[in-house]
């Protein structure tokens, strides 16, 4: 079936370090988002692609950075510069062509992570 | 500018009880809007969505959602709710033309009794 996968579900890191994350679909579908969501502030938008080799920020994309060199693929490093990086990180994707469909995201399960 | 307002943070209802949460928007031209529901741990599923047309929807799972201009609210119903019903329920709002970002409430978590 197809979907998006995130890995790893947890993860846990030290102050100081840089982490990545990563998104995968099977779904041909052409953009591809980050979002991050903490307790009773909905989910927040980091950085967004539209086609391969190209990506744009979002709302909150300090101290985090992406690559899509792959229509597939779109990890997600969360950087040492950002200040609060505990919380839940999701990854979405859609497909851009028809009307119906253009607007409705599929989302991963999400990766938790924690920095101790 | 756009914003979405769930106004309930949490909400119980017993089970077989009828529900209605609630969402309002702001935006400048005709909305595409959606309810999501999320399970603890998990992403985000679809149950319905709204572009055009006749303004009340229906989703997944038994619920419908209601569309009202004048009021500037997307409610989310079911009749009667289950206990598998108890999750985190996200209202959203499709924005910036071709780039098609969706900005989301703040969750209204659902708990049901038995």
């Known amino acids: 079936d197809g979907g998006i996968t995130q890995s790893p579900k947890y993860l846990f890191r030290k102050e100081g370090q840089n982490v990545t994350l990563s998104c995968e679909q099977n779904l041909n579908h052409d953009a591809m988002y980050w979002y991050r969501q903490d307790p009773g502030q909905g989910l927040r938008l980091i950085y967004y692609s539209q086609i391969v080799n190209d990506f744009q920020k979002g709302d909150i994309a300090e101290g985090y950075s992406v690559s899509r060199e792959k229509k597939e693929s779109f990890p997600l490093t969360v950087t040492s510069a950002q200040k609060n990086p505990t919380a839940f990180y999701l990854c979405a994707s859609r497909t851009m062509t028809g009307h119906s469909g253009a607007n409705v995201l599929t989302f991963g399960a999400g990766s938790r992570l924690t920095v101790l | ?114």
Do not use: M
């Not at chain 2, 017993?14 to 309810?35: D, H, I, M, V």
């Open chain 2, 1 to 114: 500018a756009q914003s979405v307002t769930q106004p309930d943070i949490h909400i119980t209802v017993s089970e077989g009880a009828s529900l209605e949460l609630r969402c309002n928007y702001s935006y400048g031209a005709t909305p595409y809007l959606f309810w999501y529901v999320q399970s603890p741990g998990q992403g985000l599923q679809l149950l319905l969505k709204y572009f055009s047309g006749d303004t009340l929807v229906q989703g997944i799972k038994g619920f419908e959602a209601e569309f009202k201009r004048s009021q500037s609210s997307f409610n989310l119903r079911k009749p009667s709710v289950h206990w598998s019903d108890a999750a985190e329920y996200f209202c959203a709002l499709s924005y910036g033309g071709a780039t098609n970002k969706l900005i989301f409430g703040t969750g209204t978590l659902l708990a049901v009794q038995p």
